[in-house]
T-cell receptor, first 114, second 111 residues
Framework: DTGVSQDPRHKITKRGQNVTFRCDPISEHNRLYWYRQTLGQGPEFLTYFQNEAQLEKSRLLSDRFSAERPKGSFSTLEIQRTEQGDSAMYLC????????????FGPGTRLTVL | AQTVTQSQPEMSVQEAETVTLSCTYDTSESNYYLFWYKQPPSRQMILVIRQEAYKQQNATENRFSVNFQKAAKSFSLKISDSQLGDTAMYFCALRSEKLVFGKGMKLTVNP
């Protein structure tokens, strides 16, 4: 297992378009997290899954955002009707269930909304 | 609400010197964990060191050590013998379930 992977690494889109990002976690990890990181800031929590169940969503996750993890393996994050304020790095991380265990981060998907 | 504050936005240090990065946090949880993550330029986030809040002993990982002051809610990172490869953004983070990050501090190690 080579770690957490994310696809695509970069996405440029026009305002109003829909985009979807994919995250493949480390295979034995049952928790998967999504974060958003804007320039000069630390990552901000968006949502997380334990297996296929979405256990928590941040208020940052507006109605235009939806995340799924249908089979408890990979996850997708979709943003509908993108806005320029959505431009950011979207990070995915995975871990075992215990809070002590390290979250392993993927390389991120950098979204630019024109 | 849980918060993490890193008040120093940027620091620089000479190679081989020691540097301390500060972090304070706030939480009402009794069981939590503290982490320092490193994000090198254009590279992904990796864990530097972690500390369980119920442990009084400060964590140490090679050149990296922490000074955990639970009553003061302080969690500083000391990097000894700084190396050029330590140049990165450093994020302090608090976790009970999800990770809450500070804004980060840019560390530059100069030759």
């Amino acid at each position: 297992d080579t770690g957490v992977s994310q696809d695509p690494r970069h996405k440029i889109t026009k305002r109003g378009q829909n985009v979807t990002f994919r995250c493949d976690p480390i295979s034995e990890h049952n928790r998967l997290y999504w974060y958003r990181q804007t320039l000069g800031q630390g990552p901000e929590f968006l949502t997380y899954f334990q297996n296929e169940a979405q256990l928590e969503k941040s208020r940052l996750l507006s109605d235009r955002f939806s995340a799924e993890r249908p089979k408890g393996s990979f996850s997708t994050l979709e943003i509908q009707r993108t806005e320029q304020g959505d431009s950011a790095m979207y990070l995915c991380a995975s871990s075992s269930a215990s809070p002590f265990y390290e979250q392993f981060f993927g390389p991120g998907t950098r979204l630019t909304v024109l | 609400a849980q918060t993490v504050t890193q008040s120093q936005p940027e620091m620089s240090v000479q190679e081989a010197e020691t540097v301390t990065l500060s972090c304070t946090y706030d939480t009402s949880e009794s069981n939590y964990y503290l982490f320092w993550y490193k994000q090198p330029p254009s590279r992904q986030m990796i864990l530097v060191i972690r500390q369980e809040a119920y442990k009084q002993q400060n964590a140490t990982e090679n050149r990296f050590s922490v000074n955990f002051q639970k009553a003061a809610k302080s969690f500083s990172l000391k990097i000894s013998d700084s190396q050029l490869g330590d140049t990165a953004m450093y994020f302090c983070a608090l976790r009970s379930e999800k990770l809450v990050f500070g804004k980060g501090m840019k560390l530059t190690v100069n030759p």
